[in-house]
């Protein structure tokens, strides 16, 4: 009895429960085989249809790589848009994340040249930046 007057509750310890499992041949739940889903054994590819495994294997097969980019481009764009935002604050976002990507990638330029970062670099606008940063990779190849 414990202090509560009952014995509720209390169990083996999960090793020597499964060690006896094994040995009366019951498979414990966890060790059990898995649920087949229906994919194949090559899976689904994302943002494909739901009609099936052949439905998304043969718009696969007939996209051609150039259309699967950009499928992923806009799934990603569809991604990053919160919802509940509205189209003019997500375009901001996305122009906020550009320039702090052309930011990252002109700073990096200026490391491997040996120079400092101009002071005003992070007023700049989007096209500045990116005008700016193939300056600095013109400047790096020669």
């Not at 090793?15 to 006896?20: G, K, P, Q, V, W």
């Not at 966890?30 to 087949?36: E, P, S, V």
């Not at 229906?38 to 943002?47: A, D, H, M």
Request: charged share 30%; hydrophobic share 30%.
């Amino acid at each position: 009895m414990f202090c509560c007057g009952s014995k509720a509750g209390v169990e083996e310890p999960r090793r020597l429960r499964d060690l006896r499992e094994d040995q009366t041949g019951a498979r414990p739940a966890h060790r059990r085989a898995r649920q087949d889903w229906g994919t194949g054994p090559t899976g689904q590819r994302l943002g494909g249809s739901s009609e099936g495994p052949s439905a998304a294997a043969a718009s696969a097969a007939s996209a051609t790589s150039a259309e699967r980019r950009l499928q992923a481009l806009e799934a990603a764009q569809k991604r990053q848009v919160a919802p509940g935002t509205s189209k003019a604050r997500a375009n901001e976002l996305s122009e906020q994340r550009e320039k702090e990507e052309l930011l990252g990638r002109i700073t990096e330029q200026y490391y491997r040249l040996g120079e400092e970062v101009p002071m005003g670099l992070k007023l700049a606008t989007l096209e500045q930046l990116r005008k700016h940063l193939e300056i600095c990779r013109q400047r790096r190849a020669k």
